[in-house]
């Protein structure tokens, strides 16, 4: 038995995934299923949501200006004020090479409206530099995801788990999935998330457009103060959150140990740090540190990696370029983004911080 096509089959677990989803139904009025699991209840978190990151180019600063406001209004409407939190988070760097590249952030970022306060010297170390970027939109996964699972299934999104399915994307980017005996087709496959990528692209073809790269997520037990509720280290691709009950959750490159090893020395040793749980997991990076948006050479599923702590709030943007909605700003940004461009060089590099960290 099957069903008729759907326009587009999106395939990712992060809120980025469920809200590109939605919009393309609600907005876009397109007929959608999404594939992905619901987990941030009880699976430490692999990435971070931000209204504002580590972006050196001024033309992502731009069009963040735009979708932000879009993307607090959806949520809103969908239920989801109480899962955004505002706080002033800081960002910063060890290196030479990271404090250069936190040097135009500053610039870029305020040209485009963003308060940052540079911290006082030794603040967070001695030879570390780093900026509180004040009012930014932090989303709880946690408290999200119920909120757009309800919003999803509220616009007639049809929902499968990725366990329960077995999903082929044909090299056209059409993708057909057999579910309890219905075979379903959709128009479009949309990876929206690194862990879709990894799934369904070819190894060489990943191998060829991102640099893999291991990353762990540790949770610690109840621990003093830190600096800000969310703190990134941008020359070492290291996040930290602390939660309400003081647990922090760091997200690294690297290995376990590693990962261990960098962030006891960056929380102090007086904090006497324990862990309380873990995990590992894989991450791509584009080799010229600027996001991944599209399909390559126009053919294949649509991919979107690289794009960062902000990438669900350039939800509203993506889901338009998709349809063939977008306005001449996002068409021009999203356009020279598509996977298979030139990277060396690049006209669109953005910095990178496994490049930074060679370079020390």
Same mark, same amino acid.
Request: charged content about 15%; overall charge neutral; glycine content about 10%.
């Given at each position: 038995?099957?069903?008729?096509?759907?326009?587009?089959?999106?395939?990712?677990?992060?809120?980025?995934?469920?809200?590109? +989803?939605?919009?393309?139904?609600?907005?876009?009025?397109?007929?959608?299923?999404?594939?992905?699991?619901?987990?941030? %209840?009880?699976?430490?978190?692999?990435?971070?949501?931000?209204?504002?990151?580590?972006?050196?180019?001024?033309?992502?600063?731009?069009?963040?200006?735009?979708?932000?406001?879009?993307?607090?209004?959806?949520?809103?409407?969908?239920?989801?004020?109480?899962?955004?939190?505002?706080?002033?988070?800081?960002?910063?760097?060890? &290196?030479?090479?990271? @404090?250069?590249?936190?040097?135009?952030?500053?610039?870029?970022? =305020?040209?485009?409206?963003?308060?940052?306060?540079?911290?006082?010297?030794?603040?967070?170390?001695?030879?570390?530099?780093?900026?509180?970027?004040?009012?930014?939109?932090?989303?709880?996964?946690?408290?999200?995801?119920?909120?757009?699972?309800?919003?999803?299934?509220?616009?007639?999104?049809?929902?499968?788990?990725?366990?329960?399915?077995?999903?082929?994307?044909?090299?056209?980017?059409?993708?057909?999935?057999?579910?309890?005996?219905?075979?379903?087709?959709? &128009?479009?496959?949309?990876?929206?998330? /690194?862990?879709?990528?990894? =799934?369904?692209?070819?190894?060489?073809?990943?191998?060829?457009?991102?640099?893999?790269?291991?990353?762990? &997520?540790?949770?610690?037990?109840?621990?003093?103060?830190?600096?800000?509720?969310?703190?990134?280290?941008?020359?070492?691709?290291?996040?930290?959150?602390?939660?309400?009950?003081?647990?922090?959750?760091?997200?690294?490159?690297?290995?376990?140990?590693?990962?261990?090893?960098?962030?006891?020395?960056?929380?102090?040793?007086?904090?006497?740090?324990?862990? +309380?749980?873990?995990?590992?997991?894989?991450?791509?990076?584009?080799?010229?540190?600027?996001?991944?948006?599209?399909?390559?050479?126009?053919?294949?599923?649509?991919?979107?990696?690289?794009?960062?702590?902000?990438?669900?709030?350039?939800?509203?943007?993506?889901?338009?370029?998709?349809?063939?909605?977008?306005? @001449? /700003?996002?068409?021009?940004?999203?356009?020279?983004?598509?996977?298979?461009?030139?990277?060396?060089?690049?006209?669109?590099?953005?910095? %990178?911080?496994?490049?930074?960290?060679?370079?020390?």
């Amino acid at each position: 038995m099957s069903e008729a096509p759907a326009d587009f089959a999106v395939v990712g677990s992060t809120p980025l995934a469920r809200l590109v +989803a939605g919009l393309l139904a609600s907005v876009h009025g397109k007929r959608v299923i999404w594939i992905g699991d619901s987990h941030a %209840a009880f699976r430490l978190p692999r990435g971070i949501d931000l209204s504002f990151g580590p972006m050196t180019r001024p033309e992502s600063w731009a069009l963040l200006s735009q979708t932000v406001p879009e993307t607090v209004k959806l949520l809103a409407k969908a239920g989801g004020k109480a899962s955004m939190m505002r706080l002033d988070p800081i960002f910063f760097a060890d &290196t030479p090479i990271g @404090q250069q590249a936190m040097a135009f952030v500053c610039s870029s970022a =305020a040209g485009f409206g963003a308060a940052i306060e540079p911290l006082p010297s030794g603040h967070l170390g001695k030879g570390r530099k780093g900026i509180v970027l004040r009012d930014a939109l932090y989303l709880q996964r946690d408290r999200l995801e119920p909120v757009l699972d309800r919003w999803l299934e509220g616009l007639g999104v049809t929902r499968v788990p990725p366990a329960q399915v077995h999903l082929h994307i044909a090299p056209n980017g059409s993708a057909s999935m057999e579910l309890d005996g219905t075979v379903t087709a959709a &128009t479009r496959a949309v990876l929206a998330d /690194d862990e879709a990528i990894l =799934a369904h692209l070819p190894t060489e073809t990943i191998a060829r457009l991102f640099e893999r790269r291991p990353m762990t &997520t540790i949770l610690t037990e109840p621990t003093f103060q830190l600096s800000a509720r969310v703190m990134l280290q941008i020359d070492a691709d290291l996040s930290f959150m602390q939660g309400s009950h003081g647990g922090v959750v760091a997200i690294g490159a690297g290995g376990h140990d590693a990962c261990v090893s960098h962030i006891g020395v960056l929380l102090g040793a007086n904090r006497q740090l324990r862990q +309380a749980g873990g995990n590992s997991h894989e991450s791509l990076r584009s080799h010229d540190g600027a996001p991944v948006v599209g399909s390559i050479d126009g053919t294949g599923p649509e991919l979107l990696a690289g794009l960062g702590a902000t990438g669900a709030f350039l939800a509203p943007a993506l889901a338009r370029w998709f349809v063939g909605a977008a306005t @001449q /700003d996002e068409l021009s940004y999203f356009a020279a983004r598509i996977p298979g461009r030139a990277t060396a060089p690049s006209i669109v590099a953005d910095y %990178a911080p496994h490049a930074a960290l060679a370079a020390a």
